[in-house]
């Protein structure tokens, strides 16, 4: 595999090859220097590019006259391209008055070939959202404005995701002038997707890898030999879930090439559709399906390529970490973690164990070996620098990376990246005093198509609130896996007197008893304190008691209530986790969610569960 640099210059030479022919006539000089190429436009001035790390993936930045400023991911040849297009752009921004129009060429019709493909995109996506622009000699630049389909995907998703719903993914791509044909294309031909006017779009990175992978397939024409039988999704359980969704993907390549009459941009904006309420089911760096069922977050897979490029340009791949940030969020996932890791059963509910990698030492931490005599002394480092800000700075103590050894600091990366559940705090006016917690949380989990299960039961079948309460060990796991039916596995710990299922309970005193926490209020507990959400600090990390607030399907056949309080859904489908309650101290007051139902519901339309 070629190193940075090598591939830098591989592309200073094609810049150059692409500058003897003639292409861009309007650049006078270009010259390289380490990280940074100069070069001169004719009638606008010199600009400066400081090239990206991880180079093309990351971006590029340029300057240039007055306040000109670019920023781009891609090759040296797409950045310049992009920087020519900008300064001809008479709208720009940018500031700089040009009159380098010589580069684009407006004379030349599209061959038969990409015009048949130019009006079938039109018929399908409407004449405005295909657009047509000649760079060059060599190519056209393709813009396809495509409608999101998030019939399935609820507010709450598209927000945890960074997508906005109502707006078009606009597509670029960069094809041939001459020789066009539906196998011509190939992964360099996608540029960039964005979302015009919604700054917080986060899904980029993956949907380009995702349609270039289908642009490598058009090429090679591999997906021709996937027979109907071999794409059907098949019946599953979990240990098979990678094949699973992989099938799944295949089908919905052959799906979206059903249309390969109409042409390469309709197929492509078919997947595209296709794909997107799936980014949470595959890898959001090299789009392989995880070996675990999928949750609501989108995150990496466990190849140590991907999380070595998640932890040095997490922010510019996955919502994963910015989702889960808040100060607050990241102390409970601490305290989760190492409670986990040093429970005495630490080898069955460390689910999953940390894959952490430190860039000159490689993997220090892999849930194939479990290390633990490795892990438990980073485990009690991040602690011990948690114990001492934490007094003065609160739960913002996790940004004193600077305190931390690189180990530690990456151990803190990736717990927060590997939280696949959407965790996030109550504002003052939206938790329920009752309670008797500051520590009150929306929690969602469910994936996308669990959650439309769901609805669909509801609308059944109706359904009702109740507490499920488990020890702190067990949150670590249940953020990343889901809420189980752990009956009658090693991950059981009190039992299935009732027949197996998820345990749940009507009453707060009785939830309690399962979180394992022993240490009660020595008073009656005060009234709620309001309380800025952002940086609240667990103090009493000893006496920590976990539960959650579950909206389950009222489904008399499957939920079982064999004593009074005490429910068990024999089915997963049956519950989705709505809300997360943290206690410093038990309080010695018995809660009734019957009497909170209201309440909750207005709650979770209000924060838009929904």
């Not at 969704?245 to 078919?270: P, T």
Request: aromatic share 8%.
């Amino acid at each position: 595999m070629a190193t940075r640099k090598q591939k830098i210059l591989e592309d200073l030479e094609e810049l150059q090859a692409t500058c003897r022919n003639g292409t861009f006539p309007q650049l006078e000089r270009t010259d390289f220097n380490d990280d940074t190429l100069i070069f001169e436009v004719q009638n606008v001035g010199e600009f400066t590019a400081c090239l990206a790390d991880p180079y093309p993936s990351g971006e590029t930045e340029v300057y240039g006259p007055g306040d000109f400023e670019f920023r781009s991911a891609g090759t040296i040849l797409d950045v310049i391209l992009g920087v020519l297009e900008e300064v001809d752009d008479p709208e720009s921004p940018s500031g700089v008055d040009a009159s380098c129009a010589s580069w684009i060429v407006s004379e030349m019709a599209p061959e038969a070939s990409l015009d048949h493909d130019v009006r079938a995109a039109q018929k399908m996506l409407g004449d405005s959202a295909v657009m047509l622009t000649q760079l060059g000699i060599e190519y056209w630049r393709v813009r396809l404005l495509v409608k999101v389909q998030h019939q399935n995907l609820s507010t709450s998703v598209c927000s945890a995701w960074g997508l906005d719903p109502r707006l078009p993914l606009c597509v670029e791509l960069r094809l041939p002038t001459s020789g066009y044909t539906f196998e011509s294309v190939g992964r360099c031909v996608v540029q960039r997707i964005t979302q015009e006017g919604f700054e917080d779009f986060a899904l980029e990175s993956q949907l380009v890898q995702i349609l270039g992978d289908f642009c490598q397939l058009c090429r090679d024409g591999s997906w021709k030999n996937w027979s109907q039988d071999s794409v059907e999704v098949p019946e599953t359980d979990s240990e098979e879930n990678q094949l699973y969704y992989e099938s799944k993907k295949k089908r919905l390549i052959v799906d979206a090439m059903n249309n390969k009459n109409s042409g390469f941009l309709v197929c492509l904006a078919n997947y595209l559709q296709l794909r997107v309420p799936t980014m949470h089911e595959f890898c959001a760096i090299c789009d392989k399906a995880f070996k675990q069922p999928p949750m609501m977050m989108r995150t990496v897979c466990a190849e140590e390529l991907c999380t070595y490029q998640f932890g040095e340009f997490g922010s510019k791949i996955t919502t994963a970490e910015s989702v889960n940030h808040p100060s607050e969020i990241l102390d409970l996932l601490v305290c989760m973690l190492t409670a986990a890791a040093e429970h005495l059963r630490r080898k069955d509910i460390l689910d999953p164990f940390p894959l952490v990698q430190l860039p000159g030492q490689g993997t220090i931490l892999h849930p194939q070996e479990k290390n633990f005599e490795r892990l438990l002394p980073i485990v009690a480092e991040l602690f011990k620098v948690r114990s001492m800000w934490g007094k003065t700075m609160g739960a913002s103590w996790a940004t004193q990376t600077s305190a931390m050894s690189p180990e530690a600091a990456a151990l803190l990366k990736w717990t927060v990246s590997s939280n696949r559940s959407y965790l996030a705090p109550l504002e003052d006016s939206q938790r329920i005093e009752a309670f008797r917690t500051p520590f009150q949380y929306l929690l969602l989990s469910a994936p996308p198509e669990k959650e439309q299960r769901f609805q669909e039961l509801k609308k059944q079948f109706g359904t009702s609130f109740a507490f499920h309460g488990s020890s702190a060990e067990n949150w670590h796991s249940i953020l990343r896996n889901g809420l189980k039916n752990a009956s009658y596995t090693k991950l059981m710990t009190a039992g299935a007197a009732h027949g197996p299922g998820i345990y749940l309970a009507t009453d707060s005193k009785i939830s309690f008893h399962y979180t394992r926490s022993l240490k009660r209020a020595a008073d009656q507990p005060a009234p709620l304190k309001r309380q800025r959400t952002g940086n609240r600090f667990v103090d009493n990390t000893g006496g920590l008691a976990m539960m959650a607030i579950c909206e389950v399907i009222s489904d008399q056949e499957k939920l079982k209530k064999p004593k009074n309080g005490i429910w068990v859904a024999t089915t997963e489908e049956l519950v989705c986790t709505r809300f997360f309650l943290v206690f410093e101290t038990v309080p010695e007051e018995n809660v009734k969610i019957s009497a909170l139902e209201q309440d909750l519901r207005t709650l979770a339309e209000k924060v838009r569960v929904f």
